[in-house]
């Protein structure tokens, strides 16, 4: 679905912001292990968490799993991501969604209490309902998003907490350990087929990782395959769509690309995230890092060494600016 198109189908708000819990890409990548399915599964999870947040389930004819699935690029017939997104499938079983017949059509902040409340299709009357129901499928069901409202679910001492005071500690009411992606990010995303579910989930993550390394987040190709759980080779090609797109920075700090190059001899890349104001419509090129073969590498450093020598021992050396390393 194009940006402009999501945008009219969602009644889209600039001033709408929510956040997503930073184990969601550990816990996926744990219990996923398909790199469509992990994609698409982060991808489901924010779409629909900003749905219910900002109670868009029931506008323009409500917003049903088959148009969630073409917002996302997928086809209704798409079978191989039912398991995660049925009832008691994948993701109901995680609790990260939870089935609901009832859904939230309002929302109001209370300031001086610091809590968010809902009004819920349940709470209407009946002649409210039928309104409602003129343009809903009798089968029509929604996603609630479970970790908005009870963050720890897998924790037993939290759950005998919760059972005593009934305190609420998802994402919609506390913000700790989050990140935030921007509703235009996804929307942009979507609309590039070349992009889509695969490259917001990097973004998304790389997002997560420069929130806790504001300087850039240093990090090997190797390191964030194991990290996301994307195999190294379709990582490259997502990083490569995201640096084509403008998404993303990334700075370069190995001279050269080296086959078989010793861990202790390699310099993880530096990578930074772009805002949706500094996104490129049409790919663009950008610096790539050059390949050598091991022999060129270490001919390379013999001599850098021994023009360091030459300097070191008062020779008269030419030395090209760009080996200066600072």
């Given amino acids: 679905m194009k940006y402009n198109e999501i945008e009219k189908c969602v009644n889209f708000n600039e001033k709408e912001v929510f956040f997503m819990p930073n184990e969601i890409f550990k816990e996926l990548k744990e219990?996923?292990?398909?790199?469509?399915?992990?994609?698409?599964?982060?991808?489901?999870?924010?779409?629909?968490?900003?749905?219910?947040?900002?109670?868009?389930?029931?506008?323009?004819?409500?917003?049903?799993?088959?148009?969630i699935r073409e917002i996302l690029g997928y086809s209704p017939n798409t079978r191989s991501i039912n398991p995660l997104i049925k009832k008691d499938g994948l993701l109901d079983q995680m609790e990260f969604t939870s089935t609901q017949k009832d859904y939230p059509i309002a929302w109001s902040y209370d300031d001086n209490e610091n809590?968010?409340?809902?009004?819920?299709?349940?709470?209407?009357?009946?002649?409210?309902?039928?309104?409602?129901?003129?343009?809903?499928?009798?089968?029509?069901t929604v996603k609630m998003?479970?970790?908005?409202?009870?963050?720890?679910?897998?924790?037993?001492?939290?759950?005998?907490?919760?059972?005593?005071?009934?305190?609420?500690?998802?994402t919609f009411f506390n913000i700790d350990n989050t990140h935030s992606i921007p509703f235009e990010v996804f929307m942009f995303?979507?609309?590039?087929?070349?992009?889509?579910?695969?490259?917001?989930?990097?973004?998304?993550?790389?997002?997560?990782?420069?929130?806790?390394?504001?300087?850039?987040?240093?990090?090997?190709?190797?390191?964030?395959?194991?990290?996301?759980?994307?195999?190294?080779?379709?990582?490259?090609?997502?990083?490569?769509?995201?640096?084509k797109y403008k998404m993303i920075d990334c700075m370069i700090n190995q001279k050269s690309f080296v086959l078989g190059l010793p861990n202790k001899e390699r310099m993880a890349n530096t990578y930074s995230i772009r805002t949706i104001g500094e996104f490129s419509d049409k790919p663009q090129s950008y610096a790539k890092?050059?390949?050598?073969?091991?022999?060129?590498?270490?001919?390379?450093?013999?001599?850098?060494?021994?023009?360091?020598?030459?300097?070191?021992?008062?020779?008269?050396?030419?030395?090209?600016l760009e080996s200066i390393p600072f």
């Fill in 115 to 140: 809590d968010l409340n809902f009004m819920m299709f349940s709470d209407l009357e009946e002649e409210e309902k039928d309104l409602y129901k003129s343009t809903m499928n009798r089968k029509f």
């Fill in 145 to 170: 998003p479970t970790r908005a409202f009870y963050r720890h679910v897998h924790d037993e001492e939290w759950k005998k907490a919760y059972d005593e005071d009934g305190e609420i500690d998802g």
């Fill in 289 to 320: 890092i050059k390949v050598q073969t091991r022999a060129e590498y270490y001919q390379e450093k013999k001599e850098e060494m021994e023009m360091l020598k030459g300097v070191l021992e008062g020779e008269s050396v030419d030395i090209p």
């Fill in 31 to 67: 219990s996923i292990h398909n790199t469509q399915q992990l994609t698409f599964a982060y991808s489901y999870l924010y779409l629909i968490t900003y749905l219910y947040r900002y109670c868009k389930f029931g506008i323009n004819g409500h917003i049903d799993g088959n148009k």
């Fill in 189 to 243: 995303c979507m609309d590039n087929d070349k992009i889509g579910c695969g490259g917001f989930f990097l973004y998304s993550y790389l997002k997560h990782r420069c929130d806790i390394f504001n300087w850039g987040y240093d990090c090997s190709v190797e390191s964030m395959a194991e990290e996301t759980g994307i195999p190294l080779r379709t990582l490259t090609n997502y990083l490569d769509v995201l640096k």
